[in-house]
């Protein structure tokens, strides 16, 4: 089978590479993103790192509490 079946290529002999997903544009802008979502793209960063805090204490009591159900019910 050699390449006379294949279909040729068109257009570039050099096709342009796509930058490396998680570089750091892409985090940047997956951040930027996340934040406009979350209505906080212009807030100033002590809001945003409370906001961050409070979050992630949230999380953690919550798993703790699960976990407290779980094995002392």
Known sequence: MGSSG???????????????????SDQHAERRAVLDEM?????PPWIR????????ALFAFAILGLLLLVFFR
């Open 6 to 24: 294949q279909r040729r290529r068109k257009g570039n002999k050099h096709p342009q590479h796509l930058p490396k997903v998680g570089s750091q």
């Open 39 to 43: 209505g906080m793209r212009n807030a």
């Open 49 to 56: 790192t409370t906001t961050g805090i409070i979050v992630v």
